[in-house]
């Protein structure tokens, strides 16, 4: 399974033949400038909450490639008062399952405004599950007692965390979101795009490794094959 890094909270994922592309915000990014957007491909667009820096590029990049995107109920309406058509509509707790594999939209203590002002929903994660993998991308979240849950409920081969503290949890709270999730293996997002955010990469490798866990860091549009 092939996992790719476009900056900030994008990443794709092509499993089972499909790519699904999250949180895209590529095109304000400056650290992204080498990414150009019509040249990605999504067959799914998954859209954690309704900031700016996590839905920038969504109505472009789902014009370019025919995605779907999928996202909370108010956001989808959002889209849907623009024009879109292929959208998929979800709220905290539920699941659904899609060729590519099954998703649930979980609970994230975070907040969600659109960029025009308008009410974003609840802000959540995506739990994306099939016969070859099985990973967690919380979106922008504190630390939540719910990720004991994910860790009682799934086997998680990879989670995605935001680590760059903030506006989000930052390292200290992901080692300890790892181990309620019981997950080793995390990749960092969320990190150095702008002044408040920004980390030290030693030294957040360093911690997880001190916990017996894996943070990897990836360069923007680098990969990473992640093997079941
Ligand atoms: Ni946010
Ligand atoms: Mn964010």
Same mark, same amino acid.
């Given at each position: 399974?092939?996992?790719?890094?476009?900056?900030?909270?994008?990443?794709?994922?092509?499993?089972?033949?499909?790519?699904?592309?999250?949180?895209?915000?590529?095109?304000?990014?400056?650290?992204?400038?080498?990414?150009?957007?019509?040249?990605?491909?999504?067959?799914?667009?998954?859209?954690?909450?309704?900031?700016?820096?996590?839905?920038?590029?969504?109505?472009?990049?789902?014009?370019?490639?025919?995605?779907?995107?999928?996202?909370?109920?108010?956001?989808?309406?959002?889209?849907?008062?623009?024009?879109?058509?292929?959208?998929?509509?979800?709220?905290?707790?539920?699941?659904?399952?899609?060729?590519?594999?099954?998703?649930?939209?979980? *609970? %994230? &203590?975070?907040?969600? !405004?659109?960029?025009? $002002?308008?009410?974003?929903?609840?802000?959540?994660?995506? /739990?994306?599950?099939?016969?070859?993998?099985?990973?967690?991308?919380?979106?922008? *979240? %504190? &630390?939540?007692?719910? !990720?004991?849950?994910? $860790?009682?409920?799934?086997?998680?081969?990879?989670?995605? /965390?935001?680590?760059?503290?903030?506006?989000?949890?930052?390292?200290?709270?992901?080692?300890?979101?790892?181990?309620? !999730?019981?997950?080793?293996?995390?990749?960092?997002?969320?990190?150095?795009?702008?002044?408040?955010?920004?980390?030290?990469?030693?030294?957040?490798?360093?911690?997880?490794?001190?916990?017996?866990?894996?943070?990897?860091?990836?360069?923007?549009?680098?990969?990473?094959?992640?093997?079941?």
């Amino acid at each position: 399974m092939n996992f790719t890094f476009y900056g900030h909270a994008c990443f794709s994922v092509e499993t089972k033949g499909k790519t699904i592309l999250f949180d895209p915000f590529i095109s304000p990014n400056p650290k992204a400038a080498a990414i150009d957007i019509k040249q990605l491909k999504a067959d799914f667009i998954l859209l954690s909450h309704g900031h700016e820096d996590h839905i920038a590029d969504a109505e472009v990049i789902a014009k370019n490639t025919n995605a779907t995107i999928v996202s909370n109920y108010e956001i989808v309406t959002w889209y849907q008062k623009k024009g879109l058509e292929k959208l998929h509509p979800m709220n905290l707790g539920g699941s659904w399952k899609f060729d590519f594999g099954t998703v649930k939209y979980t *609970t %994230a &203590l975070h907040s969600s !405004m659109l960029p025009d $002002g308008s009410y974003g929903g609840n802000p959540g994660g995506f /739990l994306v599950k099939n016969d070859e993998i099985s990973f967690y991308y919380t979106g922008d *979240t %504190a &630390l939540t007692m719910d !990720m004991k849950l994910i $860790g009682e409920t799934e086997k998680l081969d990879f989670a995605v /965390l935001p680590i760059g503290d903030n506006f989000t949890m930052g390292i200290n709270d992901a080692i300890i979101a790892a181990d309620f !999730m019981k997950c080793n293996k995390i990749i960092g997002i969320h990190y150095d795009t702008f002044g408040y955010i920004e980390i030290n990469h030693q030294e957040a490798i360093d911690k997880f490794k001190a916990k017996g866990k894996e943070l990897i860091l990836l360069k923007i549009g680098g990969s990473v094959n992640i093997k079941m």
